[in-house]
């Protein structure tokens, strides 16, 4: 059982649609991640929340926005998303960035988008 | 810039015998964590061995060890009695441990799909 849940596990949308994607975790971690994962390629970082705040954005296009209201939530919002956003997206978390501590993957969402 | 690379894009075993998988990176750092990660079809990624760059002995974790050469900048995985719940592509990952920003990131090798045969 994985310790990062992230719902939903699949999503279907249109280029018009908005969508959000969800992630949760209780183990106390202050560090929290989205990654872009296409298929048979390693994961590409997105963005990174320390401390509910967002410290990274590696440059990942408006049309994803991240939010996070608590210490144990992760969003991500989608709008007009184009069809080579389709992909798996991955959340992650850490007990705080910068330290020795491996980084904690949920089973992703596979988003497509028509 | 930190690369990490996996020469092996797949490899087979036959169940109950031993496979290395290699990865080699480039660093000017000195001081640094590395990780592999699984990734079956089920999608999770599952942290299997991590080392510090600092610490000489090598890390092992049940049927799984790394063969950490610093000088050299190799990091390969070796699993050992291998099992069909072995089957996963396989990522090794670079992470700085330096004052700045750099340090949130994992760099991933590009990954190595391993293959257990019944």
């Known amino acids: 059982d994985t310790e990062v849940t992230q719902t939903p596990k699949h999503l279907v949308m249109g280029m018009t649609n908005k969508k959000s994607l969800k992630c949760e975790q209780h183990?106390?971690?202050?560090?929290m991640y989205w990654y872009k994962q296409k298929a048979k390629k390693p994961p590409e970082l997105m963005f990174v929340?320390?401390?509910?705040?967002?410290?990274i954005n590696e440059s990942v296009p408006s049309r994803f926005s991240p939010e996070c209201p608590n210490s144990s939530l992760l969003n991500l919002h989608l709008h007009a998303l184009q069809p080579e956003d389709s992909a798996l997206y991955l959340c992650?978390?850490?007990?705080?960035?910068?330290?020795?501590?491996?980084?904690?993957f949920g089973d992703g969402t596979r988003l497509s988008i028509l | 810039a930190q690369t990490v690379t996996q020469s092996q894009p797949e490899m087979s075993v036959q169940e109950a015998e031993t496979v290395t998988l290699s990865c080699t990176y480039d660093?000017?750092?000195?001081?640094?964590?590395l990780f592999w990660y699984k990734q079956p079809p089920s999608r999770q990624m599952i942290l299997v061995i991590r080392?510090?760059?600092?610490?000489?002995q090598n890390a092992t974790e049940n049927r799984f060890s790394v063969n950490f050469q610093k000088a050299a900048k190799s990091f390969s995985l070796k699993i050992s009695d291998s099992q069909l719940g072995d089957a996963a592509m396989y990522f090794c990952?670079?992470?700085?441990?330096?004052?700045?920003?750099?340090?949130?990131?994992?760099?991933f090798g590009k990954g190595t799909l391993l293959t257990v045969n019944p």
């Open positions: 992650a978390s850490s007990q705080q960035r910068g330290f020795n501590q491996p980084q904690h």
């Open positions: 183990m106390g971690h202050r560090a």
């Open positions: 929340y320390s401390y509910e705040k967002l410290s």
């Open positions: 660093t000017s750092e000195s001081d640094y964590y």
């Open positions: 080392q510090e760059a600092y610490k000489q």
């Open positions: 990952a670079y992470r700085s441990a330096s004052s700045g920003g750099s340090n949130y990131k994992l760099t």
